[in-house]
């Protein structure tokens, strides 16, 4: 049996990370990390306090420093676990994540995977985001971080951990973890988070980030790209 750490990068997430967190009691991981980037709400004690609920053999809040890539690289430095789950802060993973994780990882020539994902009122555009999500995914063999992206630790090390960009710090790490192995692409669901969807619209959101993403994919830097992304939590 594998052991699993779940490792959470988390800024201002004070209304999604209980739910996450207590859903995560149903379930049986080693090591649970919550790595805070600087929250000013009530991220950090809220982590804290349903952190202790927990009975995994290590659950800690972390801080480090402001990024989604710079925070999962810091988690991932703290746990000893086989394999690495990094978990969105507003994702809730399904319940057999465990027993579907380590069947796929007793391949050996299986490097990492992800999950399917669908929204928490699975219907009308999200309903459709989501399949096209899974289905592009699975194309491309290219995973975002809402899919639940995980790893063999040996594989992070040896790929250096996530790229520090400020963001498509997910799409560029499949796309280089693709290239050292099989990368499962689970047809079980996690259920995310439909506000950034909701809050700006949901056809104006996919312009916006299959514009991103065109443009990351024709070359400009993450860097660049940065000044046209507004976080939305």
């Not at 988390?10 to 209304?15: A, F, K, S, V």
């Not at 420093?65 to 990094?86: C, E, T």
């Not at 050996?108 to 009308?124: A, K």
């Amino acid at each position: 049996m594998h052991s699993i750490a779940i490792i959470i990068p988390t800024l201002n997430e004070e209304r999604a990370l209980p739910q996450t967190l207590r859903h995560l009691r149903k379930q049986q991981f080693n090591e649970v990390i919550v790595v805070d980037g600087g929250s000013q709400d009530q991220t950090v004690s809220m982590a804290k306090k349903n952190l202790s609920a927990l009975t995994p053999q290590k659950a800690q809040v972390l801080t480090a420093d402001r990024g989604r890539a710079r925070q999962m690289n810091a988690g991932a430095a703290d746990v000893k676990s086989d394999i690495l789950l990094f978990l969105h802060a507003d994702t809730l993973l399904p319940l057999n994540s465990r027993t579907e994780i380590e069947r796929v990882m007793e391949n050996p020539h299986c490097v990492g995977g992800r999950f399917d994902v669908q929204f928490e009122h699975d219907r009308g555009w999200a309903w459709m985001i989501s399949r096209l999500m899974n289905l592009r995914s699975r194309w491309s063999g290219i995973a975002t971080g809402d899919q639940a992206i995980f790893v063999r630790r040996e594989i992070f090390e040896h790929m250096g951990g996530y790229a520090d960009i400020p963001l498509m710090e997910d799409l560029e790490f499949s796309k280089r973890l693709k290239h050292l192995g099989e990368v499962a692409s689970l047809r079980t669901k996690v259920t995310t988070s439909f506000r950034r969807w909701e809050q700006r619209g949901a056809l104006q959101t996919i312009l916006h980030m299959w514009t991103l993403r065109f443009l990351y994919w024709v070359g400009l830097s993450p860097q660049t790209l940065r000044q046209f992304y507004a976080t939305i939590r």
